[in-house]
């Protein structure tokens, strides 16, 4: 029996926003399960409808990897903190791309832990026959600053506001700010989008 899910007005929101994009986009539930894949996730993939729904979609990730990426995501999941993984996932083509995953925790009300949302960022194939021309880098007021550069890199590797702080010697307030002041030049929508599109443009 498929699973019945509860389309909060932020699970809304969120599923608005990647459905009318190309990212690919997850969430799961408190429990760890994947719940809500975007439709860039079938067609990147090429899976059916379902595949990929509670764990299923560790079936899509290379076997060399498939460990390590599980231990990766149970690990976060278990101590609600954020989640990032690089590894290869398979592709419509039947071949696999290397991307990297992230994922934030969400919490509702008390501080309750709701499970995780996430995207899929291809990463760049340093092999190819050609290279490509590399995309131009914003300048002046829309261009990111050093500093924001790495405090994206830095919780591009799982690493919370606090974490980071705590590195950086600086409040979580202002890791937070760096975050959406980045996030805004960028034009994302949230700190996971933020930092799979940095990652795309090839800026952190």
């Known amino acids: ?30 429990n760890g399960e994947c719940f809500y894949l975007s439709p860039e996730w079938f067609h990147f993939t090429g899976a059916d409808a379902d595949q990929g729904i509670g764990l299923s979609w560790l079936s899509l990730v290379h076997p060399d990897d498939a460990g390590k990426v599980r231990r990766s995501f149970l690990h976060a999941h278990d101590t609600q903190t954020a989640y990032g993984a690089a590894f290869r996932l398979a592709r419509a083509d039947g071949d696999y791309s290397s991307v990297w995953a992230v994922g934030l925790p969400k919490f509702g009300e008390n501080d309750q832990f709701e499970g995780f949302y996430g995207t899929v960022c291809p990463i760049q194939d340093y092999q190819e026959e050609e290279p490509r021309e590399e995309e131009p880098q914003p300048r002046g007021k829309y261009a990111i600053t050093e500093r924001e550069r790495e405090v994206l890199r830095l919780i591009s590797f799982g690493n919370t506001s606090d974490t980071v702080a705590s590195m950086l010697g600086i409040t979580s307030r202002t890791v937070d700010t760096h975050i959406a002041n980045a996030g805004a030049k960028l034009g994302t929508f949230n700190r996971v989008h933020a930092v799979a599109t940095a990652l795309r443009k090839n800026q952190i």
Not at 17 to 30: H, K, M, S, Y
Request: net charge positive; proline share 0%; no cysteine.
């Open 1 to 30: 029996m498929k699973k019945t899910v509860d389309w909060t007005a932020e699970r809304q929101r969120f599923r608005a926003v990647t459905e009318t994009t190309n990212l690919i986009a997850w969430a799961t539930d408190l």
